[in-house]
Nanobody, 126 residues
Framework: QVQLAESGGGSVQSGGSLRLSCAAS????????LGWFRQAPGKLREGVAA???????TYADSVKGRFTISQDNAKNTLYLQMNSLKFEDTAMYYC????????????????????WGQGTQVTVSS
C-alpha cells in the first residue's frame, strides 16, 4: 500500500511561483509512474505533469515551460515547481502513483494511477 500526502499549496499573485511536494510512504518499488493532476471547480481532472522511473517526463501543453516535475528518491518525494502562475492554474492539485512503468503517451491519463493523495489547493489571483 502506498500513501501520498501533498503540501505546498497556497495563494499567490499572477506571475508568482509555488513548489508543491508529494511525500510517499509505503513500498513503491523500482518501477513506477508518478503524476500531478489538477481539478478546478466545475471542470474535469486533468493531467499536469508526470514522470516514470526511467526518467521519462511529460507535461500538459498549458504548463510547458512554466512547470517542472522532479523527484528526490532519497526522500521519497515528488515535486512540482510552478513558475509564472496564471489565474487559470487555480485548482486543487493531486499527486498520483502506480507501481507500473507507463510510457509517455499514457502518463497524463488519470485512470492508470492506483494511489492518490488528498490534494492541495492552489489559488492564483489576477
Amino acid at each position: 500500500q502506498v500513501q501520498l500526502a501533498e503540501s505546498g499549496g497556497g495563494s499567490v499573485q499572477s506571475g508568482g511561483s509555488l513548489r508543491l511536494s508529494c511525500a510517499a510512504s509505503g513500498y513503491i518499488g523500482s518501477r513506477y509512474s508518478l503524476g500531478w493532476f489538477r481539478q478546478a471547480p466545475g471542470k474535469l481532472r486533468e493531467g499536469v505533469a508526470a514522470i516514470n522511473s526511467d526518467g521519462t517526463s511529460t507535461y500538459a501543453d498549458s504548463v510547458k515551460g512554466r512547470f517542472t516535475i522532479s523527484q528526490d528518491n532519497a526522500k521519497n518525494t515528488l515535486y512540482l515547481q510552478m513558475n509564472s502562475l496564471k489565474f487559470e492554474d487555480t485548482a486543487m492539485y493531486y499527486c498520483a502513483a502506480v507501481t507500473v512503468i507507463w510510457t509517455r503517451q499514457f502518463l497524463l491519463h488519470a485512470n492508470i494511477y492506483r494511489y492518490w493523495g488528498q490534494g492541495t489547493q492552489v489559488t492564483v489571483s489576477s
